[in-house]
């Protein structure tokens, strides 16, 4: 289907019928056009969730090169652990009454399959907050990055602690060393139970981790990724003796259960024979070994890189493109050790990601979605110390990302997310007749009745919302100023005047009607009718622009 105009297709709306456009020209040669609005919108929608106003105007003061940097350089702490803000049923066999309410249980290792369950939840309420509440920096789209690529399910390794330190390792790997993570995260305590590590020993050798680690995390399914089924094998040999412990909640090699023969691997790899190691050390040389060969192949950075340019710029990578900009990132991967920073910044500072065909073209994932709007909407959510609470109201927003097919912490497989893989829909799999609507009832349920739990709400104020502006008492600069904060892909004056009759002037002609309005509203607050008036239309402005297709595009 046509780039962007599926959603026209789904939802019947006239705004976007776009044909298929050439796919964005340039390179990696440094961007040197405007630094506007646009461009630092569009730059903080791809590496944050969501581009608040307060963040724009940030880093518009600043210059291309200065705003990359300080995005691909956090200097906020790592977030604080999740907490216990759950009460376990009496049923419970080993309940952890040990841990009070309110402190992080991450370093309790607590057995119980309940409490388990509990602290799964609890860690994707936790890690719902952490995104909305996330520092100026890429780090938390980096994370989710991660998760997609090394994908795992909560549900599946089922121990909450090593849910919990996988997730960790990687956010805090997040804008490291490739390689370096991919050597932790494949004797990870969570990697090891998802893809059966634990479980492959000399005796009964598991090759899922080893295929993996080729055809998913490294390698990829490339026309030139020409590992064989004789390499996974291979690897799964030099896999072998990696266990865990559900005490300490670490992982570690039992040379008694390794495979010590010479591992040989096909000509893809140089015919690299992996000796085969005796000693208690053995699985750290054999993996390091292994790992030092297949990441002197041409295909790991390549497919990385184009990995990376699916989750930041576009789907869509031809021949051009290919040359243009996955090799000459790859090469700087390479160069660099396989450090992350210096292939993004390339990137995020490249005339090809500021194209004007880049911006609005991809589909915001329901992640983005939901805690994009949050953020963009200032959502107040309650102090830090009423964590129950907020936990609770994360709760409710991890649950319409799951309805809307993106279970944080539990992607359908280990390939992750289709939108970043299954050819040739990609992103357009967001959007079907299930999801969409979906999508239009929590806007609509957001900006109307908002969502109350325990007396208190979480809803966006239209009024603040319009404030945050600098005209809002004309109508005009008002609605161009919502379109360009909201939409990344304008609407026609005839659309944004018919919007302002029929919205901000109640079926009226004359201007003055919200001007009007407004003034008397920001003058003599306590008139209530002029105040319902006033809210109400800020309201229908704001989910009629919510509602339309073009607000689904990032």
């Keep these: 289907m046509d780039r962007r105009s599926f959603i026209s297709k789904a939802t019947g709306t006239k705004h976007i019928a776009i044909e298929e456009p050439p796919l964005p020209a340039g390179g990696l040669t440094p961007y040197t056009g405007p630094w506007t609005d646009n461009e630092v919108t569009h730059l903080l929608k791809r590496t944050m969730f969501g581009a608040r106003k307060v963040d724009i105007d940030y880093f518009k003061t600043k210059t291309i090169t200065q705003?990359?940097?300080e995005l691909l350089n956090p200097t906020a702490a790592m977030p604080a652990p999740p907490l216990k803000e759950y009460t376990p049923a009496t049923t419970v066999v080993t309940p952890d009454t040990n841990i009070a309410l309110g402190t992080t249980w991450v370093l309790d290792s607590n057995n119980d399959g309940s409490i388990y369950s509990y602290r799964r939840a609890s860690f994707k309420k936790w890690w719902m907050g952490v995104m909305i509440n996330q520092d100026r920096s890429i780090r938390e789209k980096m994370t989710l990055f991660w998760h997609n690529h090394f994908a795992t399910e909560t549900a599946d390794i089922n121990n909450s602690q090593y849910v919990y330190n996988h997730h960790n390792l990687l956010r805090s790997s997040a804008l490291g060393n490739f390689k370096i993570l991919t050597k932790a995260i494949t004797t990870d305590p969570g990697m090891l139970v998802y893809l059966n590590?634990?479980?492959n020993t000399a005796t009964a050798p598991d090759e899922n981790y080893g295929r993996e680690l080729q055809e998913l995390f490294c390698c990829g399914?490339?026309?030139d990724s020409l590992y064989t089924e004789a390499d996974v094998k291979a690897a799964a040999q030099v896999?072998?003796?990696?266990?865990?412990?559900?005490i300490t909640n670490t992982s570690s090699f039992d040379i008694t259960r390794h495979n010590k023969i010479n591992k040989q691997f096909s000509a893809f790899y140089n015919n690299t024979i992996i000796t085969g190691q005796t000693t208690a050390t053995a699985g750290d040389i054999e993996i390091d070994?292994?790992?030092?060969?297949i990441f002197a192949t041409q295909e790991v950075a390549k497919y990385i890189c184009r990995r990376i340019y699916r989750w930041f710029v576009y789907y869509d990578i031809d021949d051009t493109i290919e040359a243009n900009i996955i090799k000459p990132l790859a090469d700087i991967f390479r160069l660099n050790n396989y450090e992350i920073k210096p292939v993004l910044s390339a990137l995020l500072k490249s005339e090809h990601f500021y194209d004007s065909l880049i911006k609005g073209a991809q589909i915001k994932s329901p992640v983005d979605l939901v805690v994009g709007l949050c953020r963009e909407f200032e959502i107040a959510f309650q102090p830090a110390s009423d964590y129950a609470t907020n936990y609770g109201?994360?709760?409710?927003?991890?649950?319409?990302?799951s309805n809307m097919q993106q279970n944080m912490g539990d992607p359908p497989d280990v390939s992750g997310w289709k939108a970043y893989y299954q050819a040739p829909q990609f992103y357009e799999i967001w959007i079907n007749s299930d999801t969409l609507p979906k999508r239009n009832q929590f806007t609509d349920t957001m900006i109307v009745s908002g969502y109350t739990l325990s007396a208190k709400k979480i809803q966006i104020d239209g009024v603040a919302f319009a404030q945050s502006f600098a005209s809002p008492g004309d109508p005009n600069k008002l609605i161009d100023d919502v379109v360009k904060f909201l939409l990344r892909v304008d609407i026609s004056a005839a659309s944004k005047k018919q919007i302002k009759t029929d919205i901000l002037l109640g079926g009226q002609s004359t201007d003055s009607y919200w001007t009007d309005a407004w003034n008397l509203f920001i003058t003599t607050p306590t008139n209530t009718s002029n105040a319902t008036i006033v809210k109400n239309r800020l309201r229908d402005l704001i989910k009629y622009f919510m509602d339309l297709s073009e607000y689904q595009l990032a």
Excluded at 239 to 246: A, D, F, I, Q, R
Excluded at 289 to 293: F, K, P
Excluded at 393 to 400: K, R
Aim: glycine share 10%.
């Design 221 to 223: 399914k490339g026309k």
């Design 393 to 401: 109201m994360y709760n409710y927003l991890v649950s319409w990302v």
């Design 239 to 246: 896999l072998t003796g990696w266990k865990n412990s559900n």
């Design 197 to 199: 590590g634990a479980s």
């Design 289 to 293: 070994a292994m790992l030092n060969m």
């Design 67 to 69: 705003a990359v940097n």
